[in-house]
């Protein structure tokens, strides 16, 4: 086994640290961070089902486009949570996932398929979980602070998503591309996807271990 098939598995397993701390933190969890963590035991399963699925059928990516839509419901759910006493955001983040769930159809369907990457509906979930998260930081600034800001679940999963999802568009975006004309560039978009996964992922046990201190209201 070479370097290359080390690193993506090791990027693929990081997923099990936020579960594990998930898991350690669960009683003291509220409601969005237990959703978040259940997410996160299901992204176990479309490891899995992505793995069976490539050595099977040569192709893992009808998986993808399902996992695109649980991971934006997700953060969405999340999100909206957080901002519950805001009328104007939690209209704009449901009005967001209807418009996202057409946009995820048409991709699966009639724009690419469902043996292509979702290059329109995983950049506009993308694009759409960073708002989310600068109008966080934006709340966060404005509010009197109980705690330091980091020690915030939220403000963990905030830096999580900034690097993950932000960093990663332009990969979303091209990834048909770089299969069909540079494969060398797909390689590298792969590499550097994996490298942000498995910070997103230390960044998420980061977040529930704030909960350590952190009083749910």
């Known amino acids: 086994m070479n370097f290359d098939i080390i690193y993506i598995k090791a990027s693929q397993a990081s997923v099990l640290l936020p579960v594990i701390a ?6 003291k969890l509220d409601r969005p ?6 997410f996160l035991v ?5 490891e899995i089902q992505s793995y069976i699925s490539k050595v099977k059928f040569g192709n893992n990516l009808p998986g993808l486009h399902l996992y695109t839509f649980v991971e934006m419901l997700t953060m969405s759910y999340i999100y909206n949570s957080y901002f519950s006493k805001s009328k104007i955001m939690t209209f704009i983040i449901s009005l967001n996932v209807v418009i996202f ?15 292509h990457h979702n290059t329109v509906s995983r950049p506009y979930a993308s694009m759409s979980v960073v708002a989310y998260a600068l109008v966080y930081f934006y709340s966060l600034i404005k509010k009197d602070f109980e705690y330091y800001s980091w020690q915030y679940p939220m403000f963990w999963l905030s830096i999580s998503v900034m690097i993950y999802f932000a960093l990663n568009t332009l990969n979303f975006i091209l990834d048909n591309y770089f299969i069909r004309y540079t494969y060398l560039t ?28 952190f009083k749910t209201k």
Not at 33 to 38: A, D, M
Not at 42 to 46: D, L
């Open 33 to 38: 961070f237990r959703v978040l963590f259940f």
């Open 186 to 213: 797909m390689n590298v978009s792969l590499y550097t996807h994996a490298f942000f996964n498995i910070i997103a992922n230390c960044l998420f046990v980061q977040s529930f271990r704030c909960f350590k201190i």
């Open 22 to 27: 998930g898991w350690v933190y669960y009683k």
């Open 42 to 46: 299901v992204s176990i399963a479309f």
């Open 101 to 115: 769930t057409i946009v995820a159809i048409a991709d699966a369907f009639f724009i690419n398929d469902l043996f």
